[in-house]
């Protein structure tokens, strides 16, 4: 299944009426098309949404303890590397709509959370970002997916993040995971 430019570009206005706000990723796009044929024939999906916050699969930025040197700023590395674009492209596109300081302001109100949560926790560097994932990212993941599925009648089900397999993974030496 493909869409055309114009395709694409109608789906996507149409998500956006129905959630009120912005897209907040490009292929929210496409999860929204699939729910849609999905719930021609199914009601209930299942997910592998929360897999990699739980097993460490985004490899770039979950090896990120191993590339820090400790001399630059670990929040600041860390957005870097999560962003898709970076703080001067995203400047440039919504300063003019919020102005520049408000948007170093939001970044830096994210960097200080990140720094926050990372100073606050015990365990070895890659056990605090795991549980950062899971804490700031996994939350906007399963809001797309609730937003997308139900927009369309489809339950999705997240069998990774069950109770007992994020605790048993969380337990486990970063050896076992990635």
Same mark, same amino acid.
């Not at 560097?125 to 937003?147: I, V």
């Given at each position: 299944?493909?869409?055309?430019? %114009? %395709?694409?570009?109608? %789906? ?16 929210? *796009? ?22 990699? %916050? ?11 303890? !191993? ?11 860390? !957005? ?8 001067? #492209?995203?400047?440039? *596109? ?9 948007? #170093? ?5 994210? =960097?200080?959370? !990140? ?30 997916? #609730? ?6 009648? *489809? =339950?999705?089900? *997240? ?7 994020? =605790? ?11």
């Amino acid at each position: 299944y493909s869409l055309s430019p %114009e %395709e694409y570009r109608g %789906e996507h206005a149409a998500l956006v009426r129905h959630l009120g706000s912005p897209v907040s990723v490009p292929n929210q *796009v496409a999860l929204g098309v699939l729910s849609r044929e999905l719930g021609r024939d199914h009601r209930c999906v299942l997910s592998g949404e929360g897999a990699d %916050e739980v097993f460490g699969g985004y490899g770039r930025i979950f090896l990120l303890p !191993i590339d820090w040197d400790g001399s630059s700023d670990y929040a600041t590395l860390f !957005i870097d590397l999560y962003s898709y674009l970076s703080h001067a #492209d995203a400047s440039a *596109v919504l300063a003019p709509l919020f102005g520049a300081s408000a948007i #170093d302001a939001a970044r830096s109100a994210v =960097e200080a959370r !990140i720094r926050s949560l990372v100073d606050h926790w015990s365990g070895d560097l890659f056990q605090r970002q795991f549980l950062l994932f899971q804490k700031l990212h996994l939350p906007g993941l399963l809001a797309r997916l #609730d937003a997308a599925t139900m927009a369309h009648s *489809v =339950e999705g089900r *997240v069998p990774f993040l069950d109770h007992r397999v994020v =605790e048993f993974m969380n337990s486990l030496p970063i050896g076992f995971k990635m």
